[in-house]
């Protein structure tokens, strides 16, 4: 789990670093890694999933995969502490970014070529065919990494994150390091502990909440109901989803909350807990 959720320049330096053989300059400076869009300003201006023509440059506009997810997770510990691996104090971790397609289906590892995760989950298609688990170098780092896993899971079906529409000087990941940027950015689009902390909603050992109350808070703000996710019989609030149709690159674009298509998997009626952090497993990281 990435803790530096903050400072997107490091994580692209990161990303080229664990999708492994590519190199950069002694000071650091981060590539530019972003698609070729020139032909979009020409493309009618339409918001994902709402065109009611065929999309023609589908590197202008995710297609298909036009109802996006902004996912996000409350842990309370990394598991990872001893090697210093923590979760950013006073703030949600990064999920991932997420192509569903406009009738709430999705598909999954749509790119072989571009398959990075050592352990594929789901293990296998629909139709039982096995996904290969990735081999290359760097894999040991990769088991370490949840998104490498998203991006080859995730942005491999989004059209938007296509090889072609980086145009022919396009280099090796760095579509891998875009997603990241790209998730980066929607994460901050929805700073969730910010909003719920606002609203008197803070991690606690002693007060549980409603699912009324997190959603009202939400909404207030975000004029949408995302999804929340609980665990332990819905007992124990783990995850939000914010769902998203975009105008418009999933890089760039502007995004437009909906409520979500997916109901709560938290209880309606009892009491949830959203717990504190566990002792020294948060750092602060807003700097």
């Not at 009202?216 to 996710?229: D, E, I, V």
Request: net charge positive; hydrophobic share 30%; glycine share 8%.
């Amino acid at each position: 789990m990435v803790h530096a959720v903050h400072t997107a320049p490091l994580l692209a330096l990161f990303a080229l670093g664990v999708a492994g053989g590519a190199t950069y300059s002694k000071d650091c400076s981060v590539p530019n890694t972003g698609p070729v869009l020139t032909s979009c300003a020409s493309q009618p201006a339409v918001y994902s999933c709402e065109n009611t023509a065929p999309i023609k440059d589908t590197c202008c506009s995710p297609t298909p995969g036009g109802l996006v997810l902004a996912t996000q997770f409350w842990s309370t510990y990394t598991g990872l502490e001893n090697k210093k691996q923590k979760l950013p104090k006073g703030a949600w971790t990064i999920h991932g970014l997420w192509p569903d397609n406009c009738d709430g289906s999705y598909e999954q590892y749509c790119d072989l070529s571009r398959q990075f995760d050592p352990k594929p989950s789901p293990a296998k298609f629909p139709d039982g065919t096995v996904i290969p688990a990735y081999k290359g170098p760097g894999r040991r780092r990769h088991q370490r990494v949840s998104y490498v896993g998203q991006f080859s899971k995730h942005a491999t079906c989004t059209s938007t994150f296509d090889v072609k529409c980086y145009g022919p000087s396009y280099k090796k990941n760095q579509d891998v390091i875009n997603y990241f940027d790209a998730a980066i950015r929607a994460y901050h689009l929805f700073p969730t502990f910010d909003v719920l902390a606002a609203s008197g909603i803070v991690p606690s050992n002693k007060t549980t909440y409603s699912l009324a109350q997190f959603e009202r808070a939400l909404a207030a703000q975000f004029g949408t109901t995302p999804y929340l996710g609980c665990t332990n019989n819905g007992t124990v609030l783990s995850e939000v989803w914010y769902f998203n149709h975009v105008l418009g690159t999933e890089q760039y674009g502007s995004y437009k909350p909906l409520n979500s298509t997916s109901p709560s998997s938290c209880t309606k009626t009892g009491k949830i807990w959203y717990y504190e952090r566990s002792k020294n497993s948060e750092q602060e990281v807003r700097k």
